[in-house]
């Protein structure tokens, strides 16, 4: 299956700032994710990252929020616009597709904004 | 809209006892279902999908379509089963994620 390299793997941010997260993949995938993990809590979809258009947001997520690039099959960034404390969380990407079943997940990025 | 059900946050059992996950799901065409597991401090892991029917560390997982259910199950719990434990339902193109169950194995 896929490997995910998801980086920075943690970061303490000011409040107002943005942070961007990377995701590279180690072969083509159709198919890539990021989601939010909050404290204690279950993974929530935030868009499907669409390679060459605009990423598909779920319901209560925008784009001016959380602006997300997929320049090729291989890599997608996300990025947290003018954070504040309940930003803080952990973003997780995924991808699916490219001749294996099941979605692979990064390590995640475990932010937190003060 | 797909959903995923997961009745209970915390499942405590002792070593060697059997377990059951529970999972319910709400999905208007064909489920793809899968069962994740994240050890303490460790990533999200694919621990069973439905369509490979495999048996994976022990644990087996069988897709009920007339219940819409798709529990984990294994006969015999062991200590380092000891994990958060997430059901999950991949449709319209998308993995949408339960809310998660706590398998606590005590010795």
């Known amino acids: 299956s896929a490997v995910i390299s998801q980086k920075p793997s943690r970061d303490i941010c000011q409040r107002g700032t943005s942070l961007t997260i990377q995701c590279q993949v180690d072969?083509?995938?159709?198919?890539m994710f990021w989601y939010r993990q909050q404290p204690g809590q279950s993974l929530t979809l935030i868009a499907t990252?669409?390679?060459?258009?605009?990423?598909?947001?779920e319901s209560g997520f925008v784009i001016d929020k959380f602006p997300i690039s997929r320049p090729n099959l291989t890599f997608s960034t996300l990025t947290v616009s003018n954070m504040s404390p309940e930003d803080s969380s952990i973003y997780l990407c995924s991808g699916q597709g490219g001749g294996w079943l099941g979605y692979t997940f990064g390590s995640g990025t475990r932010l937190t904004v003060v | 809209a797909q959903r995923v059900t997961q009745p209970e946050k915390l499942l405590s059992v002792f070593k060697g006892a059997p377990v059951e996950l529970k999972c319910n799901y709400s999905y208007s065409g064909s489920p793809e279902l899968f069962w994740y597991v994240q050890y303490s401090r460790q990533r999200l892991q694919l621990l069973l999908r439905?369509?490979s029917r495999e048996s994976i560390k022990g644990f087996t997982a069988d897709l009920n379509k007339g219940e819409t259910s798709f529990h984990l199950k294994k006969p015999f719990a062991q200590e380092e089963d000891s994990a958060m434990y997430y059901c999950?339902?991949?449709?319209?193109?998308?993995?949408?994620f339960g809310t998660g169950t706590r398998l606590l194995v005590s010795p």
């Open positions: 999950a339902l991949a449709g319209f193109q998308k993995l949408v």
């Open positions: 072969s083509q995938v159709t198919m």
């Open positions: 990252a669409n390679q060459g258009s605009e990423a598909t947001y």
């Open positions: 439905h369509i």
